[in-house]
């Protein structure tokens, strides 16, 4: 039982024995599946399926056409573009029942995923990391890391404000937007005062 308040449009399904947060909002003709875990201020977008055992954090944006798969694990501030994909199994066969090779994709604090991406599971995707639009990703991203491509590739390094970065001799980089330094170590990003 879910005591609560969240928004669900009319035709959304809500079954029972999900968890759904405060402030929460699911639009048109989404599917809310049993034991999954919707945390507070999350907005579902229309069309979206989240599945049993899915995990998403607090505020995350799941936009329209997005199906989050058994085994996905979006930590909080988490945006899922449109028509982006999650896989939770490597070889699927429609003859055979993999159901419990599931493999878990967790998707760290602040990533953005951009619209038509494809998430190979298996995959973890690194806190404020930024996956370009259409990027098929078949490996670990880093923290902060901008990649793009079919199969994707490391282009850059994003802030958390969602700036590219630019580092100096010494490492440093600086996003103006939001004033926060950043530091390049070891082909490593991060944070500092």
Not at 35 to 46: E, L, V
Not at 114 to 126: H, K, L, M, P, R
Request: charged share 20%; hydrophobic share 35%.
């Amino acid at each position: 039982m879910n005591d609560k308040e969240y928004f669900a449009h009319e035709t959304a399904v809500v079954d029972d024995g999900c968890s759904i947060g405060n402030g929460v909002k699911i639009w048109h003709f989404s599917h809310i599946m049993p034991d999954c875990t919707i945390g507070d201020q999350c907005n579902i977008g229309q069309n979206v399926v989240v599945s049993p055992g899915v995990i998403l954090g607090k505020n995350v944006k799941v936009q329209n056409n997005v199906s989050i798969y058994t085994g996905v694990i979006c930590e909080d501030d988490v945006f899922l573009g449109p028509s982006m994909v999650f896989t939770n199994v490597m070889n699927p066969r429609s003859a055979i029942n993999r159901r419990n090779q599931y493999m878990k994709t967790t998707v760290k604090q602040g990533a953005s995923i951009g619209a038509n991406a494809t998430i190979v599971c298996g995959n973890d995707i690194g806190k404020y990391a930024f996956i370009g639009a259409g990027a098929v990703v078949t490996k670990e991203i880093p923290d902060y890391a901008l990649v793009v491509g079919n199969p994707s590739r490391q282009i850059g390094w994003m802030s958390e404000y969602g700036h590219r970065l630019e580092f100096d001799e010494n490492g440093i980089a600086f996003c103006s937007e939001s004033g926060a330094k950043y530091k390049l170590e070891e082909e490593k990003v991060s944070k500092y005062a």
